[in-house]
């Protein structure tokens, strides 16, 4: 990329955060509801069908940690321990705190005595395993951490081949899909090793979305002008795979047979094919975002958007906070079925609210930046 290009700000790319982390916190909430209202009723019919609509977002946000790493490190001299040893202690330090923080905090509103012996076993495992507080993304940030050298040398050894990178990449994710949905679950994985066995913690279920964000990166411009031409038909293709994803609720339930669990996975071949539409659109909303500015957007809706995505990382380390507090809250209001549903976009301003106050706290306040990865350094250097 030109030097120009690498500098220039992509204000698209707050508006996209935004909406990601938006629509992982909207996904948690709406299975909070889900196990607060009757079994068997419509509401509960139709939290569960739509679901698999919201699942876009956890692949959103691995294509923007693939799209941010490549245009910061892609043009710059590679070094790369001095990478590891910053994006490993600037994530690894929220992970671990987090951690701590959440189970401490989750014990104590459980109204169960905390033993600090148990505590710190249990806080060991969940930071090896990383299998607790939604906490799986940054166990697969650190893999990508540690192979990302080498997703930089091979677009940079191949620089005539880009387009059959991605599209191997994309031909490899399906082949994962069709055997995870169809042969894995056949298959006793008890002497796996964990991160074949907890596939869902495997950077390289993802490795289609990393190497989707790095030929954005690199192709930018080509690729907004690919999206802009076909914006439209992008659009009209995302909603239709939408409406799909409930027929294919069904499908797994009623004619595969299939578990609730298996039937609402992410990790299905239809719904690589929709993330990559909805992706894709997602962007073209952030260009006509960075569009608006342009245009004189007011100030106060571009001011809420900067300020979110500032803190959209701290948004999704803190979420289980405010997730408890729901569940608790939900678990002693006594309503049917479709009111409680009705106070879903309550809850849901209750969740993405308190997330985003407790971010903005550490964000604003020294020195607990440190805890949603924007460590506050002007104080090492006494401003």
């Known amino acids: 990329m030109a030097e120009a290009q690498k500098k220039r700000y992509l204000h698209e790319v707050d508006l996209m955060r935004v909406v990601f982390i938006g629509g992982v916190l909207l996904n948690h909430t709406t299975t909070a509801f889900k196990n607060n209202v009757a079994d068997g009723s419509g509401s509960q019919l139709f939290i569960e069908a739509s679901h698999l609509a919201l699942h876009f977002t956890r692949m959103g946000f691995m294509f923007m940690t693939g799209l941010v790493l ?18 490993y202690i600037s994530v690894g330090v929220p992970y671990i705190g987090w951690n701590a923080i959440i189970m401490w905090f989750t014990t104590i509103t459980a109204g169960v005595a905390l033993s600090w012996p148990n505590y710190f076993k249990n806080l060991t495992d969940a930071v090896i395993h990383g299998n607790k507080y939604y906490m799986y993304y940054i166990l697969v ?25 991605l599209i191997t990449s994309a031909i490899i994710q399906l082949l994962l899909l069709i055997g995870i949905k169809y042969w894995l679950p056949g298959v006793n994985r008890d002497s796996w090793w964990y991160l074949f066995r907890a596939y869902g913690m495997n950077v390289l ?10 030929y954005v990166a690199i192709h930018y411009d080509q690729v907004d002008k690919f999206i802009e031409k076909y914006h439209r038909m992008i659009g009209w293709s995302t909603l239709v795979l939408a409406i799909g994803t409930v027929a294919l609720f069904f499908g797994n339930l009623h004619i595969l047979k299939l578990s609730m669990s298996a039937t609402e996975s992410i990790h299905q071949p239809f719904i690589f094919i929709y993330d990559i539409f909805m992706i894709a659109f997602v962007f073209w909303i952030g260009r006509q975002y960075a569009h608006a500015r342009n245009r004189g957007l007011p100030n106060w809706l ?5 300020n979110m995505s500032k803190v959209s990382f701290g948004i999704y ?20 079925s479709v009111v409680m549903l009705l106070m ?11 997330a985003f106050l407790i971010s903005w706290f550490c964000y ?3 020195p607990f930046g440190v805890l949603i990865g924007r460590p506050q350094w002007h104080l090492k250097k006494g401003v």
Request: charged content about 15%; glycine content about 6%.
């Open 70 to 87: 490549v245009l910061n490190y892609y043009n710059k001299e590679n070094h790369w321990f001095s990478f590891w040893k910053k994006r």
């Open 141 to 165: 940030t650190f893999q990508l951490y540690l192979i990302f050298p080498l997703i930089v040398y091979l677009f940079k050894k191949l620089p005539d081949h880009h387009l059959a990178i």
């Open 205 to 214: 279920v993802y490795q289609f979305y990393f190497i989707a964000g790095a």
């Open 302 to 306: 571009d001011r809420g958007i900067k």
């Open 317 to 336: 380390l803190v979420q289980t906070i405010p997730l408890t507090m729901l569940y608790g809250i939900l678990s002693m209001i006594k309503v049917p």
């Open 344 to 354: 879903l976009p309550l809850g849901y301003a209750f969740v993405l609210g308190g």
């Open 364 to 366: 604003k306040v020294p």
